[in-house]
C-alpha cells in the first residue's frame, strides 16, 4: 500500500524508503536505497521505484518504451512484474521544475527533445503517449521527465502530435512558431522542424576538456572508489597506487577526487 510507505521501511528486503511518496493515482513513486548497492550510483545507491498500474496486455508496450529512449526517459534499472502492473527500478532525476516561461534557446532545445522522444516511441509503435509540464525537469540545458506516467495515456498518433504541439505552444509558443504550421502530418516531421529551427538559431560550442579522457584505468578507479564507500560503513582499507614514473598515478588520482567533490 503506497501510502503507508515511510522513510526507513524496507520494501523486499532489499530496498530502504529514503523519501515521501509521491502519488497521482493511480501512478506512484519513492525514493529508495539499494541496500546491496547494485543500483545507483555510489555511495548512495539511491534510486526510484515508480509504479504504473496496467492490465496484461500493455505489458509489451512498456517494455517496447523503455528499449525507445534512455535520453528523455530515466534509465531503467529493473523491473519488477506484479500481477496488478509493473514496478520501475530507475535512476533519479535531477533538475529543476520548468519556469513559467522560457527563453528561445532553451524552448528549442525542448522541442527538439519531445520531439525527439515522440518519433523513437513511434518507431517502437508506442502511442498513447501523454506528456505533461510538471513530469519535466531542466538541468544544464538538458530536458528529462521526472518518471514514466506519460506511458499511461491512451490515443492515435494522431492525438499524440496534437497533444505534443499543444503542450509546446503552452510552454514556448511564441518562441516556436514555425514549427506549428502547417500542421504535420507525423511525429518525424515535427521533429525534422524543431531540428532545422535548432539549426538556424543555434550555434553548438564544444569547451574542450583541461585533460585528454582517462583510458585503461577503469578497474582502478572503480577499486578506489569501493573502497572510499566500504568506508563509510566502517570498513576501511589501504589502497596502494604503484607504477613507473609517467604512467599515470597522478592522474588517476586527480579523477578520484573529482569523483568525490
Do not use: N
Amino acid at each position: 500500500e503506497a501510502l503507508g510507505l515511510e522513510p526507513g521501511m524496507i520494501i523486499w528486503e532489499r530496498f530502504c524508503v529514503v523519501g515521501k511518496v509521491r502519488q497521482a493515482a493511480p501512478i506512484w513513486s519513492v525514493a529508495v536505497t539499494d541496500l546491496q548497492r547494485e543500483f545507483g550510483r555510489a555511495p548512495h545507491h539511491r534510486v526510484t521505484l515508480q509504479y504504473l498500474p496496467i492490465v496484461e496486455r500493455e505489458r509489451e508496450r512498456i517494455a517496447r518504451a523503455l528499449l525507445a529512449d534512455e535520453q528523455v526517459q530515466p534509465r531503467v534499472c529493473a523491473r519488477v512484474e506484479l500481477p496488478t502492473g509493473l514496478v520501475l527500478i530507475h535512476e533519479p532525476v535531477e533538475g529543476e521544475p520548468l519556469g513559467a516561461s522560457l527563453p528561445a534557446r532553451e524552448a528549442r532545445a525542448l522541442a527538439l527533445a519531445l520531439t525527439s522522444l515522440l518519433v523513437r516511441l513511434h518507431e517502437q509503435r508506442v502511442q498513447g503517449v501523454a506528456l505533461r509540464a510538471s513530469d519535466l525537469r531542466q538541468s544544464e540545458g538538458q530536458f528529462r521527465l521526472e518518471g514514466f506516467e506519460h506511458l499511461h495515456g491512451r490515443g492515435t498518433r494522431e492525438q499524440d502530435i496534437e497533444a505534443m504541439l499543444a503542450l509546446l505552444r503552452r510552454l514556448a509558443g511564441p518562441q516556436l512558431g514555425d514549427l506549428f504550421e502547417p500542421s504535420p502530418s507525423s511525429a518525424v516531421e515535427l521533429w525534422g522542424r524543431a531540428r532545422d529551427l535548432v539549426e538556424a538559431h543555434d550555434r553548438v560550442v564544444v569547451t574542450l576538456p583541461r585533460h585528454p579522457p582517462l583510458v585503461g584505468r577503469e578497474q582502478a578507479r572503480r577499486a578506489l572508489e569501493q573502497a572510499f564507500v566500504d568506508a563509510q560503513i566502517a570498513r576501511s582499507s589501504l589502497v596502494l597506487v604503484s607504477g613507473g614514473q609517467g604512467v599515470g598515478k597522478t592522474r588517476l588520482l586527480d579523477e578520484f577526487a573529482s569523483w568525490l567533490e
